[in-house]
């Protein structure tokens, strides 16, 4: 028998061992995971249920608040179903009613639009046309004749009524006239009137004086004549019964320079402003007295006489010889004391339901090497490009500033100043100056009332593309306007980048978003030409 020798390998197999517990088998065997793990997810799922009812009902909550504001949107559809649709030509005849009621020159009176027609360089007779904003049929049309022959281009405007149970419509209508000599001046010619909201028929009518200034107040109004150096204002109820009258000395200029006067009623001051000869008056519109000169007069920039008796006014300073935008501004407080705003100028607001009052949005715009002073001592910036937004009180004092912002346009809502730059909008707290959110846009911020909401979204318009954001900042959706053959229409999704070209591209320039006073959306789009316009209006 032969030997054999047993090997035992040193990598002999070890002993079999139990397979690894599975995660639901881990959980069998401990069913209180299984509970703990359930009541986080329904914890999880319970709050943010809660938390979405909180944020619908703050949404709603503000829509409702906002609900009667002007120029607040209805509650917007993502589908844009057209209410109206048109265009139209100057050659043809200028603008249809319907386009003045809806983008922005519609009066809301007694359940109507009542609006001025622009008619074309030879329309000879004014007109105020009501619209009915549930159908945007005509109700009625009233037609003016001029006061004098010769007149044309003929148009109007109206304003919304103090109260809102008004009956009446209180309205301009205006011509203009050539010179009698060879200056190749036109005259303006124009009339207050005052219409039935429900037929159209006329209750009173004021002619004034050839090149007269107006302003209007709750109580009545105010014209002004210029005869020579001599400023005549004569102040009347709306009734027709006379008031007051006042006469001011202008300025001594040479012969051949115009006059640009501006009248502004607040609540009961009256403000004169000639902004070419450079000077300024503040009235009492009880009774007509003067109540303080502005030295330094008022200037090309954006004027303002706030309800507490301070003006808003370029500041002497850094005044320009000619008029351009972002002009730096000053306050004039009611004591006559002077608050140099630092070289900022004063921010367009499109729309503020109560959360400024009388605070004033100014700041500085992006500019390199830009050096900022106050009180005449250079400030470093906060930013390379300088720009700043500041919120300053009625009497001039700042607020609060965040740097780094130069402001296009902005809003006041709801507690928040919404601001758009170049590339971006900003959510700042209106009370502290803290910024809630910032979020990055596109767009060339060309498009007119960049900035508009329906209590619920905030509607960006950027160009072609309009994107809506919450009140927390975040993206919803984004639409653009796309030609499709003869007209265009408004599809999902942001524009393409690049922008297409030939009979498909549209620029910024050519397309206007709109709040219309009653809250419609509307689109304005215009031919590469410019020779025809295109209008759309939104809702059901």
Not at 376 to 395: C, K, N
Not at 453 to 477: C, F, K, N
């Amino acid at each position: 028998m032969d030997d054999v020798e047993l090997v035992e390998p040193d990598d002999a197999p070890a002993a079999a061992s139990p397979s690894e517990p599975s995660l639901l088998d881990r959980v069998r065997r401990r069913p209180r995971w299984l509970a703990a793990g359930a009541a986080v997810v329904v914890g999880l799922v319970s709050f943010q249920v809660v938390s979405d009812r909180r944020v619908r009902a703050a949404d709603d909550a503000r829509a409702a608040a906002l609900a009667d504001v002007p120029y607040v949107l209805d509650p917007v559809d993502p589908a844009f179903p057209v209410f109206v649709r048109g265009s139209y030509s100057w050659e043809d005849g200028g603008a249809p009613p319907v386009v003045s009621a809806f983008f922005g020159g519609g009066a809301p009176v007694a359940d109507v639009l009542v609006t001025g027609t622009s008619g074309s360089s030879q329309s000879r007779e004014a007109h105020l046309v009501a619209i009915d904003p549930a159908t945007a049929e005509v109700v009625w049309d009233t037609a003016f004749a001029a006061p004098v022959g010769g007149a044309t281009d003929a148009g109007g405007w109206c304003w919304e009524p103090e109260v809102p149970e008004a009956t009446t419509a209180r309205c301009v209508v205006r011509w203009q006239r050539p010179t009698a000599d060879d200056s190749g001046l036109w005259q303006d010619l124009a009339a207050v009137v005052e219409v039935d909201a429900s037929d159209g028929d006329v209750v009173r009518r004021t002619d004034l004086p050839v090149g007269a200034a107006l302003g209007t107040g709750a109580w009545g109004m105010v014209v002004g004549t210029l005869d020579g150096s001599r400023l005549t204002l004569d102040a009347s109820r709306w009734d027709g019964s006379h008031l007051w009258t006042r006469t001011l000395e202008m300025p001594r200029r040479p012969a051949d320079d115009q006059t640009f006067l501006d009248l502004m009623v607040v609540e009961e001051r009256l403000l004169v402003s000639d902004t070419v000869g450079d000077a300024g008056w503040l009235l009492s519109t009880t009774d007509g007295t003067l109540l303080r000169t502005l030295d330094d007069g008022t200037g090309w920039g954006m004027t303002r006489l706030l309800s507490s008796g301070a003006v808003v006014v370029d500041d002497p300073e850094l005044a320009s010889d000619e008029p351009r935008g972002d002009v730096p501004a000053m306050l004039v407080r009611p004591d006559g004391s002077e608050v140099p705003f630092d070289g900022d100028h004063v921010e367009w607001v499109g729309l503020d339901d109560g959360t400024l009052g009388d605070a004033l949005l100014t700041g500085s715009a992006a500019a390199p090497g830009y050096v900022r002073t106050r009180g005449g001592t250079a400030v470093p910036s906060a930013e390379p490009d300088g720009s700043v937004a500041r919120l300053r009180e009625s009497d001039g004092t700042v607020r609060w500033e965040v740097p780094g912002l130069d402001v296009l346009v902005a809003i006041a809502v709801d507690g928040l100043v919404v601001v758009r730059t170049s590339d971006e909008v900003a959510a700042v707290d209106a009370r502290t100056g803290r910024v809630r959110w910032r979020v990055a846009t596109s767009g060339d911020g060309s498009s007119i009332n960049g900035l508009l909401t329906d209590g619920r979204v905030i509607l960006v318009a950027g160009g072609t593309q309009l994107d809506a954001l919450s009140y927390r900042g975040e993206r919803l959706w984004s639409v653009h306007v796309r030609d499709a053959g003869d007209e265009h229409v408004v599809v999902p999704g942001p524009a393409p980048t690049p922008a297409p070209t030939g009979a498909e591209g549209l620029t910024g320039d050519q397309v206007q978003w709109i709040a219309s006073p009653t809250g419609r959306l509307a689109l304005g789009v215009m031919t590469g030409n410019g020779d025809r316009q295109e209008y759309l209006v939104f809702g059901r």
